[in-house]
């Protein structure tokens, strides 16, 4: 069932999406949807899961183990739920509507394999308040910050399990600190550019719990190519949803 300004997304002939104008995904969500995809046996976390797109993307992919989906509001669980069931994978990936700040059963310490998170970019009092409950708690670090999310998947992860996510480039000297101090050693880093001669504005992380220091670059991920149209790569992540999107 529909409700009005909602639509349905195809992610593949199986998985489909239902997208609102509170609860959607950009190209942030699925390049960090793309960096972090888990292997088969794997159980993942997905913090601030949203409309679903992260572990919705990983299933349109791959037959993941497990999947832990955990949001703070309510209707974009309820939103994700109804996802889950018209694309009859309910079993397959939990919801759970809770803060990560309080205790969540479900999940056992030290199980998970994979966590991962696209955050609130603006800490608390930066940049214009957004209008809306939804938006404020998607873009800013009201109820969820950089240290909770760290925190909470070092309490998920098994060793040498990783944590992924997708920042803005202003705060990665944050995510690198914060990741150190709860033991979660920053592995691999790429930087996110729209075009050849403009500046990262976006970074994808992975860290590895227990991990040895040693930091590896790998190449930037560009947007769109010389021409301005989406790059080879961008195409062959958007082509996993079957379509552009």
């Known amino acids: 069932m529909l409700f009005p300004g909602e639509k349905i997304e195809k992610l593949s002939s199986k998985v489909k999406v239902i997208i609102s104008k509170e609860y959607t995904f950009g190209t942030d969500t699925l390049i960090l949807a793309n960096f972090s995809l888990p292997k088969k046996h794997e159980i993942a976390v997905d913090i601030g899961t949203g409309c679903g797109a992260i572990p919705l993307y990983w299933f349109s992919l791959t037959e993941i183990n497990k999947i832990f989906a955990i949001d703070i509001q309510k209707k974009a669980c309820d939103q994700l739920k109804r996802s889950l069931k018209i694309s009859d994978i309910e079993d397959k990936i939990e919801v759970i509507n809770k803060s990560i700040k309080s205790d969540i059963p479900q999940i056992l310490r030290h199980s998970c394999d994979l966590v991962v ?51 803005r480039v ?13 033991k979660i050693e920053p592995k691999k880093i790429r ?44 195409n062959q992540i958007y082509k996993c949803y079957g379509e552009k999107l």
């Open 117 to 167: 998170c696209n955050p609130p970019y603006k800490a608390i009092g930066s940049g214009i308040g957004s209008k809306t409950t939804e938006r404020l708690l998607a873009r800013h670090e009201q109820e969820c910050t950089i240290d909770d999310i760290v925190k909470s998947a070092e309490k998920f992860l098994n060793f040498w399990g990783r944590l992924c996510m997708c920042h």
């Open 170 to 182: 202003e705060r990665l000297c944050d995510v690198i600190e914060i990741m150190r101090e709860h």
């Open 191 to 234: 930087f996110v550019q729209q075009r050849k001669n403009s500046p990262s504005k976006l970074f994808l992380i992975e860290g590895k719990k227990g991990a040895k220091p040693g930091l590896v670059a790998l190449p930037t991920l560009l947007i769109e190519d010389e021409c301005g149209k989406l790059s080879a790569e961008m």
